[in-house]
């Protein structure tokens, strides 16, 4: 069964904003040393894990299957954005066409159909108003907050409001430098969508811990917002939720190599 609620150790070191952690400033990667520190944590309290029941240049892909599946209504894409939206089942299976493209330190999956479709530095946009195109919408927006132009992401990426203006608080604490220069000890194992509709999704990625036969789990929502979708933190910036250790991927979707 899934662990959808907050930090797992009853430390309230997990209550703060992530980058005021003291894992922070030793992070490979913005959700990976969350999870490091979160697997640490329980594993010193003694608690047991729950066991849990899925480019290239700056401009468009213009070589993707775009189709006409559409939003509808009044939805307007970017300019330059159109995606095939017509499938919207959660995912069973990783995209066909997914492929890994490196950001920073750490590779992120992409993929032509679901997205994203373009590249502006920082900012990978454009993607399927689906449940796959949340998914790898949850995984690049988040992924590069660790990273330089991380600002750039936030502006254009996160929902306006009290979320946002703390995450970007919080965010600049740390400075504009990579959290490091060392290439990410684990990565992306599985994902599976907790809750979808058109206008929100909530995402749950497995990663996995370096160094050590085990997983770790947190969960981010996203909304569609100005044909896209954003990421949607807390009030108080809290980008991640739901972050526990599991023992493996089962009742996950993967992704395969």
């Not at 992070?27 to 979160?38: D, H, K, R, T």
């Not at 970017?78 to 919207?88: I, L, V």
């Not at 100005?226 to 526990?244: I, Q, R």
């Amino acid at each position: 069964m899934l662990n959808s609620g907050r930090s797992q150790g009853g430390s309230g070191e997990w209550e703060q904003p992530f980058w005021q952690q003291r894992g922070w400033i030793l992070s490979a990667g913005f959700l990976l040393v969350l999870l490091v520190l979160a697997v640490f944590t329980m594993m010193s309290g003694g608690e047991k894990a729950a066991d849990a029941s899925g480019g290239s240049g700056g401009k468009p892909d213009s070589s993707a299957d775009t189709g006409r599946g559409g939003s509808g209504g009044s939805d307007t894409r970017p300019a330059g954005c159109r995606t095939d939206d017509r499938d919207q089942a959660k995912p069973t299976r990783a995209p066909k066409d997914f492929t890994w493209k490196a950001d920073g330190t750490g590779l992120v999956p992409v993929s032509r159909s679901a997205g994203p479709r373009t590249f502006d530095g920082s900012v990978w946009s454009c993607y399927a108003r689906t449940p796959l195109g949340s998914v790898m919408a949850a995984h690049a927006i988040t992924d590069h907050l660790s990273y330089p132009g991380w600002r750039k992401v936030v502006d254009r990426q996160v929902v306006p409001g009290a979320g946002r203006d703390a995450l970007v608080e919080s965010r600049a604490a740390a400075g504009d430098k990579p959290t490091s220069g060392a290439p990410d000890g684990g990565g992306y194992a599985g994902f599976t969508v907790l809750s979808y509709d058109k206008e929100r999704s909530t995402v749950m990625f497995v990663v996995r811990v370096p160094g050590k036969d085990a997983y770790g789990t947190a969960s981010v929502t996203l909304r569609w917002l100005d044909g896209d979708w954003k990421l949607a933190p807390d009030a108080d910036g809290t980008v991640y939720s739901g972050m526990s250790q599991i023992s493996g991927t089962k009742g996950f979707v993967t992704w395969e190599a």
